[in-house]
């Protein structure tokens, strides 16, 4: 099955820079991934779908890539801000039982102003 | 507005006990699904379901019942043969796959074994 590695460690960087997040996958590439926001105590929202033949997919300030041969997603916020402090989570659909999808663990990032 | 509603936010359960967590929506979504998930980790599917009167097991469904009796209510029961039932429960629907528009997910239940 799937497998998704996310950034091990949480992220802190300074209000104004970009950060980055890492979403790895094993096995085969999915046919799309996406990313969501969750906050402490409250379920996951939905960002940004990005499909296997986009290479990057930009919203505001938010920037989201896709490596079919690495088996990896970035996640961008650029010009971050104290209120992006949240866990993001990628996901990937399971194979071609459309509707099941897996989820990473997370990267919990932390903005300092 | 459209939402997810998931009922109650905290639910205390004695050992042996079934406990049953609310999810209703109404965004028209065909597609519902329940996750769970521990602290620190990621959601874990326990089931999902694509149409009324069907469902379908997902990776850790052993201790879990559903039904999808309506398009709008899709209720989760945490029977007693769950062994480690502690855990924030998350329902969420989509329409067709959530491939489009992703999941819209409700607010959660903490549930918690005294």
């Known amino acids: 099955s799937q497998k998704i590695e996310q950034n091990s460690e949480a992220l802190n960087i300074q209000e104004g820079k970009t950060a980055t997040l890492t979403c790895n996958y094993t096995?085969?590439?999915?046919?799309?991934l996406q990313w969501y926001r969750q906050d402490p105590g409250r379920g996951p929202v939905f960002l940004l779908l990005?499909?296997?033949?986009?290479k990057e997919k930009r919203k505001e300030r938010l920037k989201v890539t896709f490596d079919t041969t690495l088996k990896q997603s970035l996640f961008h916020i650029t010009a971050s801000q104290p209120a992006d402090s949240a866990t993001y989570l990628c996901?990937?659909?399971?194979?071609?039982?459309?509707?099941?999808?897996?989820f990473g663990d997370g990267t919990t990032l932390t903005v300092k102003p | 507005d459209g939402g997810i509603t998931q009922s109650p936010k905290y639910l205390f359960r004695k050992e042996g006990q079934n406990v049953t967590l609310s999810c209703e929506q109404n965004?028209?979504?065909?597609?519902m699904y329940w996750y769970r998930q521990d602290p620190g980790q990621g959601l874990r599917l326990i089931y999902y379901?694509?149409?009324?009167?069907?469902?379908q097991k997902g990776d850790i469904a052993e201790g879990y019942s559903v039904s999808r009796e309506k398009k709008e209510s899709f209720p989760l029961t945490v029977t007693s043969a769950q062994k480690n039932p502690t855990a924030f429960y998350l329902c969420?629907?989509?329409?067709?796959?959530?491939?489009?528009?992703?999941?819209?997910f409700g607010s959660g239940t903490r549930l918690t074994v005294v």
């Open positions: 379901s694509q149409i009324v009167n069907d469902f």
């Open positions: 996901a990937l659909p399971q194979g071609t039982n459309a509707g099941k999808s897996t």
């Open positions: 965004l028209n979504h065909d597609a």
């Open positions: 096995n085969y590439s999915p046919a799309y």
């Open positions: 969420a629907s989509s329409t067709g796959t959530g491939e489009h528009y992703g999941y819209t």
């Open positions: 990005i499909r296997e033949n986009e």
